[in-house]
């Protein structure tokens, strides 16, 4: 038997995608979707398992396949039926699952033969048996949550390392937090599951044999919901000299033991949602352990350590207005954060947010390729949707502006030690790399983009900055800029420029 795993590509253009970065680096996408090496792990030895993402790789549909399995966050949900619909005309079973499937899996029976709600891990190797057995049933429910210590090692080799930026590991699932736009408390439940430390290396090691290895990604929620066990895990992984980087809570800040064994242990930077910097805004998300007030010293304590922060915003959330642009400029400039995924709130389903949105009649659109959080999709209390629209669009333009970035860069580097522990010597691939990052650089009219490159390698030579974190900062600074730079004009600018906060 031959199963193929699918994880489908982004219907609609996205922040999120950084395809220029990846290019810039010689990859083709960010990172690996977990559940492809994952679902392969648990599926029975005497199956064939083919993974696919899409984002890589083209879907070959003449390929013989006996089954095929399907996942997708709602933002993309609608390629995965696409997808369906292709191998059901050819006769080929589909089984779709997922956070999207989880939540609306009534409207993913019409495109597929079965739907996996919850985690699946533990019913996975039934429903391929049911499946031989030719009694597949249309709908499978995981009644409990996985025990990680049972998971195996994810197939790893089975995907295309090489092809990413990073490769994606779980050290833990859950969140005790109640936020109101946040799905995973929903999927993944309340309570902190934890692989052993052991698993977690064993799974390290093995990523580091796969050829073309860059980087990890840590995808857990909260990579310091546990401390005690987090402390274990880093100074395990300090030995193996893998650089990684994790989302944590921005409370990282008050752990300066922490953050000495991240810094020990190769992290690059931490993903921190600061999601506004609005305390009603926060109120109403029930996000109760971000603290506007606290913020700028906890950022400056991670910067200290030699940890890069990339923060993530939400725009657009009732309590926003005209200044709610410049003043989100002003936090992530005067906090020195180079790097930020700016949002536009977006209600998935199933959400506290989502059901709020549905009863109070403020959807704009359900089509699901619009959900993205570049879209607007909701109505906005004190912004029409030409306001956030128009300041969404400018925060972006004046956020990442090259003179900016190279400020921001310039004032953070004076503080903290941004060399990194690993010694790496010089490959072949990272000689091309190069010659990529001065091509792109260098063969334009934009002279902004040219004067950004030289600022930036005369930062070479600096005692406390490596060339990696240069090339870093080179990478995403270009995939950004080039990112902003398709964004349409705006009328009347000045009024989020002169917004009075």
């Known amino acids: 038997m031959i199963l193929k795993l699918i994880s489908p590509k982004m219907p609609i253009k996205s922040f999120w995608d950084l395809k220029v ?36 790789e083209k879907i070959n549909y003449n390929e013989k396949v006996d089954l095929v399995a399907l996942s997708g966050m709602t933002c993309g949900i609608k390629r995965s039926f696409e997808i369906a619909n292709i191998y059901r005309k050819k006769g080929v079973p589909v089984i779709i699952g997922g956070i999207h499937a989880t939540m609306n899996p009534e409207e993913c029976q019409n495109y597929a033969d079965s739907v996996v709600v919850g985690e699946a891990e533990k019913i996975w190797p039934k429903i391929v048996k049911d499946f031989q057995e030719k009694k597949l049933k249309p709908l499978y429910t995981s009644d409990t949550f996985t025990q990680l210590t049972e998971i195996p090692v994810p197939r790893y080799d089975l995907l295309k390392i090489d092809k990413y930026m990073a490769a994606p590991v779980q050290t833990t699932r859950g969140c005790p937090f109640n936020c109101d736009f946040c799905s995973v408390k929903i999927i993944n439940g309340p309570m902190y599951r934890k692989k052993t430390i052991e698993q977690i290396i064993r799974e390290l090691k093995f990523i580091k044999k796969q050829p073309g290895f860059n980087s990890i990604m840590i995808c857990d929620d909260n990579f310091i919901g546990d401390l005690v066990f987090a402390k274990k895990l880093l100074k395990a992984m300090i030995p193996l000299h893998m650089n990684w980087m ?35 805004n926060l109120k109403a998300m029930n996000k109760f352990v971000n603290n506007p007030d606290e913020y700028q010293q906890k950022i400056s304590a991670i910067h200290n350590a030699g940890i890069s922060v990339l923060g993530s915003l939400i725009l657009g959330s009732d309590n926003d207005d005209l200044t709610s642009f410049r003043e989100a400029y002003e936090f992530l400039n005067e906090n020195n954060i180079i790097f930020c995924m700016l949002n536009i709130l977006t209600p998935l389903p199933g959400t506290k947010l989502f059901k709020r949105m549905e009863k109070e009649d403020r959807f704009l659109t359900l089509d699901w390729n619009y959900f993205n959080v570049g879209n607007i999709t909701i109505k906005t209390r004190k912004l029409s949707s030409e306001e956030l629209r128009s300041g969404f669009i400018w925060l972006h333009k004046k956020y990442y502006n090259y003179d900016e970035i190279y400020k921001r860069f310039r004032r953070l580097i004076r503080r903290g030690n941004w060399k990194r522990p690993i010694k790496n010597k010089a490959t072949f691939q990272g000689f091309l790399v190069l010659l990529n990052l001065l091509r792109s650089y260098l063969f334009t009219t934009n002279l902004k983009q040219i004067r950004f490159l030289f600022k930036m390698l005369k930062h070479l030579p600096n005692k406390n900055v490596d060339g990696y974190f ?32």
Not at 471 to 500: C, H, T, W
């Open 470 to 501: 240069i090339g870093f900062i080179l990478a995403y600074g270009k995939g950004f800029n080039d990112y902003v730079k398709q964004m349409p004009k705006i009328k009347n600018p000045e009024r989020f420029e002169n917004s009075e906060l």
């Open 246 to 280: 994790a989302q944590c809570s921005v409370n990282l800040g008050d752990h300066p033991d922490i953050l000495q064994l991240m810094k020990k242990s190769s992290g690059i930077f931490v993903f921190i949602g600061f999601e506004t910097v609005n305390k009603d």
């Open 21 to 56: 970065t990846a290019k810039l680096l010689r990859k083709n996408a960010v990172c690996a979707n977990l559940w492809l090496p994952v679902i392969a792990s648990v599926t029975p030895g005497d199956i064939t398992v083919i993974c696919i993402d899409e984002n890589v």
